[in-house]
């Protein structure tokens, strides 16, 4: 059990309980918040239900583990209400997922049990197990690989600095794997090959090149912690903790050799090897073993946790509230996230403000949706947030830095139009054959291109960093726009980063484009603030 120091105040005394219902096992957590936003344990359960078991062949949930995961949530929440807890949510993964009487199920469970199941996406499981690891390991200047390797699929996460880069979603699960390559009762023989081919396979279809290269890999899921206290006992270090117990790949590799070549009867007298995961270890030590080969990672640290502590802690900032956080303020939301991935902050407010100015000018002669605005000018902010990759191709970076940021104040709909401005604000034009732009309703693409047009001529004026443009007056007349630049000096730098960016703006709104330079004396008119 882990307990924390921290006492409890009587008005955060918060018990919830957390259900993962995956496709191996179920296991409940219950536990009571901490004022400091984390929680102490008060107790667990553990079901190996193999809800999954023969899914990949019938396409359907197995009968006698469904009779079997309805017993082992009616008693869970027999326990979980002998806490008093406040609340229990309930999530499932791949098996539910999948399954084509996975909604059946769920509806069972709410007519037998009384319990509402939530069948989250890959997608959603994967953020969660980021979470739970960021929570637990210093992730700051580090590049890492997260995998959550579950008994139907395996999420991976690529983040740099703690924030993440890209999410994979991939078919490998322990479970499935073992329907699919393993002999029951015997030795792996031959058919491992064919496992560690199909593996490498399907890693190569479900995920891109890296990049960047991980440092390490941080493994969460019962195949790791398996894995760590099998090492711990051939080492005589049992008792340790497992969180953090680091690894290397040669170890994993002549540990995957020495199992697979065990029947299966004589797997169970390994140390440390659970008896509900003899049937499925190598399957899960080979996925472990072919991600760190396909990564270019040598180095394995374990979590113990993984997405029900990401539920559970997500459930707790609902609850009781991150401190000094709101969550509703963008502003607050887009300069934190600016600052974590190093930008230069007063050129993203620069180039965000002369955005807004000229977004607002446009509006009424290109039929521009004023609610668009708060997107142009996150996209200005954010657009640089890639450097934190790398300068290459920081746009693209930005792209999915952005995509996963899950920013408060931002609908996920809302995310994708800032990330898809932000990617286009340097480099390439949209195109279709760009699988991020591809995804956009034609509507979107179009309000993309308008968008990052702007972007790209706000940003050139201020290509010198130096925020030495005051202001841009936008005159539109006969098929031609001018905008005019108020400096107190010739901006020549700026100028020039303006006029060598109008290719996407004159394709875009289908006009010519001058820039010219005006001293503030000479202005005829107020440069418009547009409502700023």
Known sequence: MELHQNLLSPELSHRLAAIDIGTNSMRLIIAEALRDGNYRILDEEKESTRLGAHLSSTGKLDPEAVKHSIEALRRMKQIAEGYQVRETRVIATCAVREATDGAAFRRQVKREVGLKVECISAQKEAHLAFASVARAFDLKGKEVAVADIGGGSTEIVLASGGLIEAIYTTPLGAVRLTELYGNVGGTWGDNFDKLARGIDKLLKQHTEKPVFQPHLLIGSGGTFTTLAEMIMAQKKKVGLPVRGYEINRAEITHLVERLRKMPLKNRRTVPGLSADRV??????????????????????????????????????????????????????????????????????????????????????????????????????????????????????????????????????????????????????????????????????????????????????????????????????????????????????????????????????????????????????????????
């Open 279 to 532: 049937d499925i270890i190598v399957p899960g030590l080979a996925v472990i073993d072919r991600l760190m080969r396909h990564f270019k990672v040598n180095r394995l640290q374990v979590h113990d946790r993984g997405v029900r502590d990401g539920l559970l802690l997500s459930m707790l900032d609902a609850a009781v509230g991150k401190p000094d956080v709101n969550p509703h303020d963008r502003e607050a939301a887009i300069e934190r996230f600016a600052t974590a991935c190093g930008t230069d902050l007063e050129h993203g407010k620069q180039v965000a403000r002369l955005s807004g100015q000229i977004f607002a000018q446009l509006c009424e002669p290109f039929a521009l949706d004023p609610e668009d605005r708060p997107f142009l000018e996150a996209a200005a902010r954010l657009q640089d947030a890639g450097y934190l990759i790398n300068y290459d191709q920081h746009h693209k970076h930005s792209y999915h830095l952005i995509l996963n940021s899950r920013l408060a104040g931002f609908q996920p709909h809302e995310l994708q139009l800032v990330a898809n401005i932000a990617r286009y604000h340097r480099g390439s034009t949209p195109k279709k054959k760009h699988k991020n732009f591809r995804q956009l309703s034609a509507t979107d693409q179009d309000r993309v291109c308008r968008l990052a047009a702007i972007l790209r001529i706000a940003g050139g004026l201020d290509r010198s960093h130096s925020q030495q443009v005051q202001g841009v007056e936008v005159r539109t007349a006969n098929g031609e726009t001018t905008m005019t630049v108020v400096a107190d000096q010739l901006p020549d730098a700026d100028l020039w980063g303006a006029q060598r960016r109008a290719d996407l703006f004159e394709e875009a709104f289908e006009t010519r484009l001058t820039v010219e330079w005006r001293r503030p004396g000479h202005v005829e008119r107020p440069v418009a603030e547009a409502a700023s």
